[in-house]
């Protein structure tokens, strides 16, 4: 059993809520069953208590170095928990069989993956870059690059990287100046040869001696591509070349970061002769040239979700500790029994700490179901029978997306820094396990795109693309929820009603924005969008859940007082948000930065 | 001049705001000037830049250590800084000159302050620990205690701490065990000696070398008192005697950190027979037995608005250094200039940088004005002419100050959060500054009483004592810039009209939570409380402050660029807490932790 997470919640959202035992019925998943699937999730715990959660600690006080040699030095702990994990084939879960992989539903194997994340988030990270990573060429890929690089990848013998971001181009990929040249040496099987040029900032896993190889995917311009982000192409380009000579990709250095401490972070040099003549390090084409964003969004989707889960199971961590100690740190009296007579009351029976753990479970459970969510609508886009049905899933997986990265970023952080606050002075000290928590979850909010962009991406893409199409899908499904509780009565339709008041308004304030004419005013405010939309999705999935929760077990009645809780104290909040939204505010236009 | 702190700023609340130049014409600040004012906080800019900013990253990077002959090991820079703070007389600025001290007003002492915070937290933190405990002294005392401890004090030759936590008991002192028995051998002047046996935990500055002897104020319990909080006594325990032996005064630990780090917090046994022969440290009772909290709660209020001026000048420090990151770093384009042909701007034009920007100068600058508002009403409660104006300076201070340690301490820590954002993963990296001063910062909400303990204090003592007088005397007040503001007209008139609102709000919901008759549902939501008046208090502030900031250069632009953006933004979010108030709600009560 894990300390950092709740197997029952993992079991109630899969069995009790999201219905994961129909996916067996599909071809895709015909081997499975609940069997195996808590086979899975067994698996996953053992190890994760056993090799990761024991070394996080020494993990964030030991920060990887660069040895005398030039190689990255790292505990040895990491590379043992990660081979354990390889082993038992949990990197390739969700692949193909025919890849070697256990053609796991993603919704169980992101169950998997959040149980590693929570008990040691730095070193999962090594394996889920590399799941993304070969995610991406086993769809783009050819068949001769898949065999060179993503079998390998899925065997844990080479990890794989994304390289985008460079020092003066982080959020904004149309400056990048990584240059591609082509070259004669390639195959039409390994693709086109280049040769690339450049440097990649904040490559996390850009270098370390885990594995054999790293499979670096690194966007550049190619020539003949058009200005910004339409001249970008996605290279493979390898650490060590199939005929095994070193590739031209140079550690420059380590990122000494707040947190998240495990994971190496690189500045790395592309062809700056390090390991080579100068002429560039060796870059195989994926796909075709000035395509590079196309296929790397397809992975940043995923990325993206998986910072999600990565924020979700540090909160959850800490929610987890947070609550043990609540539960035995005795202090002060109830209010109205304040005489030194009486004993110490264990601190969860202050309302303001029973306020700091309902708070904590309202968003780390509320996260989790948002991330198991989105899972199960990838499973469904997949494999529903009804191409109709995919259609929807994937419309209503764009519209999530960016609440599914930053939503838990935002308040699984927030969690982090209550269940400090819970331990008091104890949580300030490095003693305690919270204090790194909130440390490493403070990245969350900045990494793949940060918090503020993916305001943009909802505010300015995905609620009006196909005419409005993915906020109209997202009402509905919400509508169904809201018209089944309405017929639960009782509390579920005070929600109900409080619930769909506040949809209504979120599309009439999208509408509002949007009918000024002026992009730059509309998304002025596209963070509080982001953040009022937020709080409306997770309101949705607490009611949603609650639903399911109509026993009488403490579980049950825990579910319900967290509804009730995120009902009264969390959903109001967007109130303000919507109104400033309504108002087309422009302090933020019309403020001169030489005034501040 | 510091960078972390804007002097203009600080001239603008002293001179420009609050009439601190009519001090002077006081008997007690009439050797004072604006010429001696602008004096110290030149000097203070001067030392805080040159000796204390310079070792804030060392610090944080050498946590402090015992060495092998069991005594403290912190880097030399520290106690340079501190001597050179020391022999400027400014450890002394506020107190007497009779005591040998500049007399300055608290106000101008708290600026000064302020500087040194900005610039090393932790550093600073040793001579203003020692501050408080000399303020107390002063006050009761004995003259031979004051001529022993409190001169040297003031000389910088001894520091003080405050010991008031045991492990067993953080914020609940009714259950202290520290014991103290009554011996013979004290005097009338040095005070009745008693032999103090116990521990206690988290004592900042509980240990180290920088001084010859340390003053450690005990709160333990003495025969005869009552039970709980009654049986409190207060006690002077010092490392070495008046006669220059060991008091039986052991360190047995050192707190290991997340942030402010250099202010070494201590785990301390009094006469556990380290030092002794097991017969109890040796201890002088100050004034009366078991009045000891009374007198502690006197130098607690002034540690609290120092905890929310630590929190400010950590939060204004971020603000300063990620406004300079904000107009230098360039990244991505305006929404309505989207071409890569145009040059990338400086990621401050980006709206949502902006309102990161406003978001921060709203929080910093407020919380100084705030706590320099409060300095000006305790020079306002000693030095004022009028004892009626005297009596409403105390009775407003007593209000505010539990708003003053913590809507610092949440906002300034949000400050700072931001700061690392505006900086993308830059900040998260410890090569910058921002990542420390949240780290440093986290602190704050915990100490000098935990955020939640405020919320009891305003809401359970402050705002109802009197028959309510305190909270008659903030709407009068708050009243007075209304009314200013509403003849001012345009948009002060709108704001005031909004502040005025709220104000009527917070009344009626104060009158509403307590006509429940029940104090533990009244108090269930005193958090929410808390925050709510903070933010409305802080408002108010800031149209104060808009309303002498009426001029046309850049300065006054921006402080009114932020009273809008703190009446758009910040205001309307305590619509949601007041309407939680006001239902009364239940659900932490009804919340059983089996539940969870």
Redesign the interface.
Known sequence: MSEHMSRRDIDFLLYEWLDTLELPSRDRFAEHSRETFDGVLDLSEDIATKLFATHNKISDRTDPEIGPDGKVVLIPEIGQALSAFNDAGLIAASFDEELGGMQLPHTVARASTVIFQAANAATTSYAFLTVGNANLLAKYGTPAQIDTWVRPMLEGRFYGTMCL?EP?????L??ITTKATPVEGGSAELGDAYRIHGTK??ISGGDHELTENIVHLVLAKAPGGG???KGISLFIVPKFLPDGTRNDVALVGL?????NRGTTNTLLNFGDGTFGDGDGAVGYLVGEAHRGLFYMFNMMNEARIGVGFLATALGYAGFQKS?EY??VR???????AK???VA?V?I????????M??AQ?SYVEGALALGLYCARLLDEEQTAADPDARDRAHLLLEVLTPIAKSWPSQWCLEAN?LA??VH??Y?????FDV?QF??DN??N???EG???IH??DLL?RKVIMDGGKGLQLLGETIGATVARAKAAGGESAEYADQLAAKVARLGEVTAQVWASG???LA?????AYLEAAGHIVVAWLWLDQSLSATGDD??Y??KR?AT??FF??EL??T??QL??LA?L?R??????????
Chains 1, 2 share one sequence.
Do not use: C
Not at 168 to 172: N, V
Not at 348 to 355: G, K, L, Q, S, W
Not at 427 to 431: A, F, K, R
């Open positions: 971001s003066q181009a982080g959020s904004s149309a400056d900032m904040w200005p910004g982000v990122n000494h970061k707040m947190g609550l609540a539960k005795t202090q002060g009296r109830p209010v109205d005489s030194a007579d110490p264990p969860i029976e202050h309302a303001d700490v029973m306020r753990m309902l479970k820094s400090i606050q008091g002075g949580g300030y000290t490095t003693e204090e909130y440390r403070r990245l909010p900045i990494h940060a918090h503020g305001g943009l300015g002026d992009p730059k998304l002025a405010n596209a963070t403490d579980f009645r825990g007082a009730k809780y009264a104290y109001p909040k109130t303000a109104d400033l108002s505010d302090t933020t236009l019309d403020t001169d930065p030489s005034w501040l």
